[in-house]
């Protein structure tokens, strides 16, 4: 066992950083040898730069808890959702936020966009729900970037309320969704999707059938509940 004594500051930090560098790269897994090359350079940044980079590796691996070696000389994240938060709580603090906006539509990114919502300042989370708003007017972008703007709202902190009305407007326009292809979009909203359907149900039997496929990848009981919800309307007659 290394004796490398990290605190939790400095392990986060790390980690962070290793998240956001796979992201970067698109990558879900990389060489030992380039994880330790950049623990090397986050390192010289901290307490441990007197530590050798294998040795803070070798802690990292052992004792994070969120670091494994699936095969030899292979590094990746036990789960993608850790690497996705850490990677977006980088993004927010190292404010790369036009980073974010330009590789949005790019699914690798989408929970890491999320992510950086919630973890940036006020500031930082408006340039970023304006940029997914404005890049989502190009009609290829938009059935991905708007519901994308959508989730992210709802993880941020604090927003101002002509923003949010805007989003609001938007995410109105989205619910319900009435094709195969706004149901796979919308569905990665989450709970949101659970919330807006409450106030926006479907109305005909196109938009029964996508709001049930969008809500079914969700899953949990209020996921089951709203799809108990949307059958039972479909037993009324339902506007074509």
């Known amino acids: 066992m290394t004796g490398v ?32 090359g950049q623990i090397s350079l986050t390192a010289r940044q901290l307490r441990t730069n007197d530590a050798a980079p294998q040795d803070v590796f070798r802690s990292l691996l052992e004792r994070s808890g969120l670091l494994r070696e699936p095969a030899v000389g292979r590094i990746d994240f036990v789960h993608r959702t850790f690497q996705e938060h850490l990677a977006g709580k980088a993004a927010a603090e190292n404010d790369e936020i036009g980073l974010l906006i330009k590789n949005a539509h790019d699914a690798q ?6 992510m950086a919502a919630g973890h940036a300042q006020p500031d930082q989370c408006a340039e970023l729900l304006k940029g997914l708003l404005r890049r ?4 290829s972008r938009q059935s991905v970037l708007w519901p994308l703007a959508v989730a992210s709202a709802q993880s941020a902190r604090r927003l101002d309320p002509q923003l949010r009305a805007e989003i609001g ?21 989450g709970d949101v999707l659970l919330r807006l359907l ?17 809500v079914s990848t969700i899953g949990g009981q209020a996921a089951m509940t709203m799809i108990g919800q949307i059958l039972a309307s479909a037993g009324d007659p339902l506007d074509e």
């Open 5 to 36: 004594d990290l605190t939790r500051g400095e392990k986060v930090q790390l980690l962070q950083d290793i998240a956001f560098w796979l992201v970067r790269n698109g990558w879900s897994d990389a060489p030992a040898e380039r994880v330790i």
């Open 109 to 114: 990114w989408r929970e890491v966009v999320v």
């Open 136 to 139: 989502g007017r190009r009609r």
């Open 169 to 189: 407007k938007v995410a109105e326009e989205l619910v319900p969704p009435a094709t195969e292809e706004a149901a796979e979009a919308l569905a990665g909203i």
């Open 198 to 214: 409450e106030d926006r149900p479907p109305r005909t039997a196109a938009e029964a059938g996508a709001s049930i496929r969008a």
